[in-house]
């Protein structure tokens, strides 16, 4: 009896230490990632069962949290980091090259950042319901020059990424023209909201007909509620870039499963769950594994985008001109 | 022995000016015309207004510079003298208790044994809402009987009571005075209440209040400004 | 003196965290960094904005707050209880119940179309104002009605048997009444509108509509330019101060003398015009602030079924934050019932959220892992946040306690506690538990500091109606709204029953 009592214990104890020694790897996401709808939890899932170890999200900001605790901060990755924010992510010091090989990246663009890892893209475009646009602008000009009565709905480029995208669309499609471009979709924009939620919000309610969002979109509708009534409209002009990334910070306590995660984020594993699981294109995927309401998408030809650098330096113009413009 | 030394209480507008002594035991009135300034007396001698200048003494001791909760003095005030959402029982209660605890058994019998005394008997679960404004007048007169202090002030609290009612309270007043050997205070404008009540009057007029003379010697050879006074309410 | 010394403690922790969360920035800063001419654009165009919100919400909240004060009907309380309904929702949801009915395919216009008359169009300063006053009218519809109930029937009844007309009333009773509380109900809302955001963008049209939260913003969150966010932070509260001096300045201190306690009859107003003119007032408040509720009701309650165990444990998240913050706010307004504790308290509607959650994780970093922080963190802030409301609605009514009744407790004798628990918090259970439920309801409702204290297993039901929005799932998102919708209205009107029920009589 005794003896039983000890292996009892003895077996509770071992359980215990080994719960105590299992690593924790600190992965700071964006807040919509750890949602049952996100793809915080699948993430967390598939990774878990090849490292033997604890993955824990703490959802909330990226790098205006990471800044603020400097070289005490808790992540070991980060992941869902925009372009616009790169450049005073690597200037920070606090991030490390990612050691991850990217030849099976499949992006429209080379890339070849040795810090920052892509895991999926999609690119700006304008959403609207072919049942109330049975055709839609065929080109940026074609949008410009639409009657004043097509209304469209923005977000703001000082508080959403996506906002910021569009203005840095209209100055890679318009260059020194961009104000005037401005000008002429001014009357169109019923209003610039804070955030995509809103907008988005705003365009199912049917408010409005179009809405900036993402190329892929339309995926979620196709895929989630068996609607093809949503699309984007394709501008031979070209459409913006937009892509999410993942680093590793330089002050990791879990250096080693650190570096495995950043090589999940390109394995076939996480590349296959991303599109349905983040509604976005994977970064390293062929086209012919993408789920089935993927490939129907339509996707521009051309791409557009500005490196870190350029964009730095045009970004507070093509702000402001959208502003000026705008406040007419 | 109440003493108001040399004593000088700010008005809105000007300063009240007493140098007067009343014993235990008397029933005082102060009569004048309105704004002489009798609630600032009662109101200077309760501790709620402060002396610019003077003492204020009872017994030999300074209560000049003592809170208002220090001064062996219980106040009834022109109205607000109960709480309204509290039962009779509950309110006279904090003049044995101010720590605000349930009556007990003993505590029950003094309320009862007051209420009987003011005419209010069976009434202590009643709330004041429920009672007539003289019945109230004697719920707050139970009270002072149970607080049980040398020195009552009343600051006109049956002003608007009938002539008869008010009569009656009066004579309550003059047996809750007696059986605890205060001296009481009272603040009123009708002569003819001071006339039946009291055993000395206090004339407050044009920032002095002139000491106290015996109610018959006051009203058989009145101060030329009382009889401008009485002359103007006519 | 212990109660000194409670209001004292209560007031510096009041102080520490309005401007402490400041100072952290700012230190960390280094200093104030200067602002660009957009910012003073933003600062004019916000203080307009505020400016015209809060006398609209004042102005009309006079004729409203009067008719349903003086009519009897049936369902009168339930509309007093939904009237308040706009203030506790949270803003995307009210913005999009706005919009529904306002908007180019709302219902308004498709009324305008229907009579083949011209469309409105909601963008622009008016759609700012129009969303404000919606927030806002049924605060200052209440804080009037709150008074007016507060006046002893002795002066209508006065008024009635000395037949004085509708502007000697107006002159006796409502003047001074209005004199009383519409300066500091003002001054509440001004303040309010002083840190929109994300209703001032959506339906402001564009980038006319710039508002002070939004620059700090777009410093603290793209630019991390903390010197310019503390900048505007501090510039922020400097104007919600100035409000709140003149607001004290012009608002005398006169009341009203102690009530008997009984049931207000009215004798004016009993003409045909006049019931007609408080019918019209009474009927076109409902619609407009019940209307687009009810948009909002209807596009949850497909969304209903779609609440899955996450949404439903951030409810239960959501009502644990609710009564903590309840409590606390109410535990610090009572000490600070005052006119020197209603100022101070006035920062903390004042101060930018983004400032206050930054400053906060900046304090608590060095001691405690600010995700074990989330909730209760949550809590602190929601309670600071509610603490300006339950001022507001609690001090007038404390003045008259001690007014009335202040020297009939020295005269007893009592002691603090015996004062408190039989006197105070009877007296004021009217005011504290309407002052109750709207702070559960704000706390309910309210995002705080969350977007750097987040916990991936302790959300709160707000939170995840945004993350449902930011996964596409809009109808869960509208469906996770209607709950909130639905909990706070319960809390709110649990607290505010529970206040005038058998209220101190």
Same mark, same amino acid.
């Given at each position: ?53 604890? &993955? ?54 080379? $890339? ?172 390293? &995927?062929?086209?012919?594994? $993408? ?30 001109? $959208? ?6 | ?234 | 003196?212990?109660? !000194? ?10 102080? =520490? ?38 006398? %609209? ?22 509309? *007093? ?11 995307? *949801? ?30 622009? @300063? ?7 006053? =919606? ?20 002066? %209508? ?41 994300? @209703? /001032? ?54 009341? =009203? ?6 049931? *207000? +009859? ?7 015009? +006049? ?37 439903? !444990? ?7 934050? /609710? ?37 906060? =994780? ?144």
């Amino acid at each position: 009896m005794r003896s039983l009592t000890f292996t009892v214990a003895a077996g509770c104890l071992s359980a215990g230490l080994a719960m105590a020694e299992t690593p924790v790897l600190t992965v700071y996401a964006p807040d919509y990632f750890v949602s049952e709808w996100g793809p915080g939890p699948k993430i967390e899932e598939l990774f878990e069962a090849r490292c033997a170890c604890d &993955l824990q999200f703490k959802p909330g900001d990226l790098l205006p949290r990471i800044l603020l605790e400097g070289d005490r901060t808790e992540a070991d990755v980060v992941i869902g980091l925009n372009t616009d924010v790169t450049k005073k992510a690597r200037e920070s010091g606090l991030f490390a090259p990612h050691g991850v090989d990217l030849s099976p990246l499949t992006l429209p663009l080379e $890339w070849t950042d040795e810090v920052f890892l892509p895991f999926n893209y999609g690119h700006t475009a304008f959403v609207y319901d072919t049942t109330r646009i049975d055709t839609p602008p065929a080109s940026f000009d074609a949008l410009l020059d639409a009657p004043d009565d097509l209304r469209l709905v923005i977000q703001d480029p000082r508080s959403s990424i996506s906002g910021l995208a569009l203005v840095l669309w209209v100055q890679a499609v318009y260059g020194d023209g961009a104000e005037a471009a401005w000008d002429k979709l001014a009357p169109k924009i019923v209003t610039a909201t804070k955030g995509w939620s809103e907008s988005y919000g705003m365009f199912t309610d049917g408010e409005v007909d179009m809405v900036l969002s993402y190329t892929t979109s339309p995926a979620y509708h196709i895929i989630a509620e068996g609607d093809e009534t949503k699309k984007a409209a394709i501008f031979p002009e070209g459409h913006y870039f937009m892509v999410e990334l993942a680093a590793k910070l330089a002050g990791t306590d879990q250096p080693e499963l650190a570096d495995q995660f950043m090589s999940f984020v390109l394995s076939e594993d996480f590349q296959g769950m991303i599109a349905t699981g983040n509604w976005s294109i994977p970064a390293a &995927l062929s086209q012919d594994k $993408w789920p089935e309401g993927f490939q129907k998408l339509d996707l521009p030809e051309k791409v557009l985008f500005y490196t870190e650098d350029e964009a730095a330096e045009l970004r507070a113009e093509a702000v402001e001109a $959208w502003r000026r413009a705008l406040s007419r | 022995m109440l003493r108001l030394e040399d004593l000088q209480v700010a008005m809105d507008a000007s300063a009240l000016k007493v140098d007067l002594a009343l014993p235990p035991g008397r029933r005082v009135a102060l009569l004048g015309p309105s704004g002489a300034g009798k609630s600032t007396l009662l109101d200077a001698i309760a501790g709620f207004r402060v002396a610019t200048q003077g003492r204020i003494l009872w017994q030999g001791r300074d209560l000049t510079q003592s809170r208002p909760d220090a001064r062996p003095v219980s106040i009834l005030f022109q109205d607000s003298n109960l709480f309204p959402h509290l039962t009779l029982a509950r309110n006279l209660c904090l003049a044995l208790h101010p720590d605000g605890r349930r009556p007990d058994d003993e505590a029950n019998a003094r309320i009862e044994g007051a209420l009987r005394r003011v005419g209010l008997e069976g009434m202590a679960d009643r709330k004041p809402g429920t009672l007539s404004g003289g019945q109230q007048g004697r719920a707050a007169l139970a009270r002072v009987l149970l607080m049980a202090r040398p020195v009552i002030l009343l600051d006109e609290p049956f002003a608007a009571l009938g002539p008869a009612l008010k009569r009656e309270m009066l004579d309550l007043v003059r047996e809750v005075g007696e059986s605890l050997a205060a001296l009481v205070v009272m603040v009123t404008h009708d002569p003819r209440d001071a006339a039946g009540w009291a055993q000395d009057v206090v004339f407050v007029a044009e920032g002095v209040a002139h000491p106290p003379v015996p109610t018959d010697r006051f009203f058989g050879d009145p101060p030329q400004a009382f009889r401008d006074y009485i002359g103007e309410i006519g | 003196m212990a109660a !000194r010394a409670l209001a004292v403690s209560a007031a510096l922790a009041l102080a =520490f965290l309005t401007l402490g969360p400041v100072a952290v920035v700012l230190a960390r800063a280094g200093g104030f960094a200067t602002l660009g001419p957009g910012d003073w654009q933003a600062v004019r165009f916000t203080l307009w904005q505020a400016l015209l919100s809060a006398s %609209f919400s004042v102005v009309l909240a006079v004729p409203v707050a009067k008719a349903l004060a003086r009519r009897r009907f049936v369902g009168r309380a339930l509309l *007093v209880t939904l009237l308040g309904a706009p203030f506790i929702l949270p803003v995307i *949801v009210a913005v999009m119940g706005l919009i529904a009915v306002f908007g180019q395919a709302g219902l308004v216009n498709a009324g305008l179309t229907a009579l083949g008359l011209p469309t409105i169009d909601i963008y622009g @300063v008016h759609g700012v104002v129009l969303a404000h006053v =919606f927030f806002n009218l049924p605060l200052a519809v209440r804080m009037l009605f709150s008074a007016w109930q507060a006046v002893p029937a002795e002066h %209508f009844r006065l008024a009635a048997s000395l037949g004085l007309g509708v502007q000697a009333q107006w002159r006796v009773i409502d003047g001074p009444l209005m004199v009383r509380v519409l300066p500091g109900a003002f001054t509440v809302i001004f303040v309010i509108c002083l840190t929109s955001f994300a @209703v /001032a963008l959506t339906l402001g049209g564009g980038p006319r509509a710039t508002t002070v939260e939004l620059a700090i913003y777009q410093a603290m969150r793209f630019e991390f330019d903390l010197g310019r966010a503390a900048a505007l932070a501090v510039l922020q509260l400097a104007l919600a101060l100035a409000a709140g001096l003149v607001a004290l300045r012009v608002s005398g201190q006169s009341g =009203f003398g102690a009530g008997r306690d009984r049931e *207000v +009859p009215r004798w004016d107003g009993q003409g045909a015009l +006049p019931r007609l003119w408080d019918g019209a007032w009474i009927l076109l408040a409902a619609l407009f602030l019940l209307v687009p509720l009810l948009t909002a009701v209807m596009r949850g309650v497909p969304g209903l079924l779609l609440l899955g165990p996450d949404t439903l !444990r951030a409810a239960g998240h959501s009502l644990m934050v /609710a009564l903590g913050s309840t409590a606390l706010c109410m535990a610090w307004a009572l000490p600070l019932a005052s006119r020197r504790g209603e100022l101070l308290a006035l920062p903390a509607i004042a101060i930018s959220p983004l400032v206050l959650g930054t400053g906060l =994780f900046l304090i608590v970093r060095p001691f405690m892992n600010p995700f074990d922080m989330a909730l209760p963190v949550t809590g602190l802030v929601n309670a600071l946040m509610a603490l300006p409301f339950a001022l507001r609605i609690l001090r007038p009514e404390a003045e008259t306690v001690v007014r009335d009744y202040g020297r009939l407790r020295t005269t007893l004798r009592m002691t603090p506690l015996a004062w408190l628990r039989l006197v105070w918090l009877p007296r004021l259970r009217r005011p504290m538990g309407f002052a109750a439920g709207l702070t559960a309801a704000l706390a309910m409702g309210d995002l705080g500091v969350i977007a750097l204290f987040a916990d991936p297993d302790r959300t709160t039901l707000p939170l995840q109606v945004y993350r449902l929005m930011g996964s596409y799932q809009m109808e869960a998102a509208a469906g996770a709204a209607l709950l909130l919708l639905m909990l706070s209205l319960s809390l709110f009107w649990l607290f505010d029953r529970g206040g005038r029920v058998n209220a101190a009589t």
